[in-house]
């Protein structure tokens, strides 16, 4: 034999993805494995998360937005643990169907990202797949040694708050499935195109990471919905806690919604995709930790107070009662 | 709201997945992300795999091997690159239709493996899926700084080298689709059985890793065919390779299968899953190699010769004729 052919996965990756693998340990993706030297004195902070068609995206969503949500969901992660983006491996399964179309803005999208949160495309795999376009992503950070910001170390006394704005993404989601819900809720261009856009592409909070391991007891992404994540942090720390649904901050567009629709608070506080930090904070440090983000053009808000338990959330209402959800928590499952 | 009810997969993962999650960075799955402390010293080696039902196994193989093998796979490319495992993230992607009688089995196999290689897991996510069983492994190891070993650094004089037998892998999987082949092929119940558990559970060669950065010029794990993927090799290091088809080592099984039917000398040399390692090996460096290589007991055996050249690899049969292939490559692409 004088020369074999490069197969069709050689010359998709060679096309669509090596242009994204500039980081010398990724070494073109040209070698079975990448290697990077990590910084000095750290942790590798390692997340894997993946989205799949039909389930965490609609099949004809953008595929450059595609590409942004892959990776997001990931950042987000290393973002709410206070650690800083190192790269990421990418494993791909695509139906036969897919080609040049799909994966050029795809991997445009990606490698936008990639460049934008310093966060480099170190390796993968790609596959054809019977099922729908499966986009699995494993990314490591790096955090000075011990002090990855975990769920546990919540402590009575702390403040509840989150970052940017509640609910956004789970509201783009149902306007997006039920077509005439923009018009039914009174909703402008502009504010059904920013629920559109919190749902297609996340904004992970990178800007606020390292401030987190200075000023955070305790801190996770906000993916599955605000209570159910909040949940899971009290558990994890052995405490419960106490929020008031009207101090949970809104984008315009979601006021709006709940202005003409009151029920759709618990869409809000219950649905998914928010990719905001859920933290607790000790109240001495609320103030300082308040300013720095907002110096980072992050906004903070404080929403509720962690107290003694066992991992109980009371979300109240303007009245001081307690709101009951039939779902608390958003799963794919 | 007094309580939420933990979420299916929360369930799943906590039945399951914790008890493998034993590395105290793994925080028993239950924080958004792993932390691990790198080795001083080291760099890390980063690899990611995926396998689907319907592509790379069998939706009715046994679940206990197909844990096994989404994380060997993985294991060999770190053993081929001179890593030592650290651990893996795993993300699942599952039809509704996998419960109990799956998932048990997979995660004893994985779990099994986890221990037997001390690559422990460290995270992970699960999905539904509308398609096929989705199994995306993204594995880690260490190799101490600037050794991890390339494709490329073949020399010319170098000898190539491979582990264990060829072939076994690809005839294992003909006769799982071809039901008459082994009677055709005169196989003994117990050939039928080695050919078959090669498929399903490759090995990889993690006793001589350590060794390559020693004694290899450059090496790579087998998985897409020996003449495609020392074809790869010879084009990442710049040169050429000669290699004889009768020195390739084949099983007892195998000898078999190419004693019915010397045609099938094309499947055994360019099938895929072999899983073996490829290496070229400085011809004074050979005889301590093998011997080194036979105390950890992995057979290490020379199949030809490395020369000048831009990437083209001869098979010569034991006329010195060289052997041309329809398909030198396997791809699921």
Redesign the interface.
């Known amino acids: ?5 490069q ?4 010359l ?1 990756i060679a096309r669509y993805f090596r242009p994204l693998a500039r980081h010398a ?1 990724a ?1 073109g993706l ?9 910084p000095a004195g ?9 989205i ?1 068609a ?3 995206f609609f099949p004809d969503d953008p595929p450059e937005t595609v590409g942004k949500k892959a990776l997001r969901v990931n950042l987000s ?2 973002a ?2 206070s ?1 800083k983006p190192l ?1 990421f ?3 791909l ?1 695509l139906p036969g169907e897919i080609g040049e179309a799909w994966l050029s803005p795809f991997a445009r999208g990606l490698g936008a990202d990639a460049e934008l949160f310093e966060c480099p495309l ?11 376009i ?1 986009i ?1 992503i ?1 990314a ?2 790096a ?1 000075p ?1 011990g002090r ?1 910001v ?3 170390g919540a402590r009575p006394g702390d403040r509840v708050v989150v970052t940017g704005t509640i609910g956004d993404a789970t509201l783009g989601l149902l306007q997006r499935v039920d077509r005439d819900a923009p018009a039914r809720w009174l909703l402008e261009t502009h504010q059904q195109e920013h629920l559109r856009s919190r749902y297609l592409v996340p904004q992970p909070r990178t800007a606020v990471a390292e401030l987190l391991r200075q000023y955070a007891s305790a801190a ?2 906000i993916s ?1 919905g605000l ?2 994540d909040l ?1 899971k942090l009290c558990r ?1 720390s052995g405490v419960d806690a106490v929020i008031e649904a009207q101090r949970v901050p809104l984008s315009d567009a979601a006021r709006t919604v709940l202005g003409r629709d009151p029920s759709r608070i618990e869409a809000i506080l219950t649905g998914g995709d928010d990719y905001e930090i859920l933290i607790a904070v000790p109240p001495g440090e609320l103030d300082v930790f308040r300013r720095e983000a907002a110096r980072r053009e992050v906004a903070i808000t404080e929403i509720g107070t962690v107290c003694a338990g066992e991992g ?4 109240l209402d303007k009245n001081g009662a ?4 039939a779902r ?2 958003f ?3």
């Open positions: 034999m004088k020369r074999t052919l197969s069709a996965e050689d998709l340990g070494f040209e070698d079975d494995a990448a290697a990077i030297e990590p750290c942790d590798l902070v390692l997340k894997a998360d993946g799949i039909g389930v965490h992660d290393l709410a643990k650690a790269g491996l990418l494993t399964a170190l390796g993968g795999d790609t596959d054809r797949t019977g099922g729908p499966t699995s494993a490591f950070g955090v040694h990855m975990r769920r546990a996770m992404d599955d209570v159910g949940t994890a109980e959330v009371r979300v307690a709101l009951a959800f608390p928590s799963s794919h499952f």
